[in-house]
């Protein structure tokens, strides 16, 4: 079986790291939510809920380039979004974003 490997774009690094250092017990659990999310992804790449081509907003594709895209559901109706980019020798699941809910429904054009 190939390896998995979970690694995080700018964007979401800047909010991990932003989770990672704050003192907010809310914040907090979303950390641990994506810790054990990042666990779930290197054990099934396909874990998080497929969104459907036509629906992956244009934001990502053209900034990332990608043609698959999951959403993880955190607490607090935080999201984390990862796409997979296979490999001969590994799979990376890269995540691209870990927004809240509002954001979220923004960039899907939701309302």
């Not at 932003?18 to 950390?31: G, P």
């Not at 081509?53 to 955190?74: H, S």
């Amino acid at each position: 079986m190939k390896k998995i490997t979970v690694k995080l774009s700018p964007d979401a690094k800047e909010v991990y790291f932003y989770l990672k250092q704050s003192r907010y017990k809310v914040d907090k659990s979303i950390l641990r939510a994506i810790e054990n999310k990042k666990d779930l992804i290197e054990e099934n790449r396909n874990y998080g809920n497929p969104i459907q081509k036509r629906l992956i907003p244009n934001y990502y594709k053209e900034k990332y380039g990608i043609t698959n895209l999951y959403r993880v559901e955190l607490p607090n109706f935080w999201r984390m979004l990862y796409t997979i980019k296979g490999e001969e020798i590994e799979i990376i699941a890269f995540v691209i974003d870990i927004i809240n809910h509002e954001k979220y429904n923004k960039r899907f054009g939701y309302k």
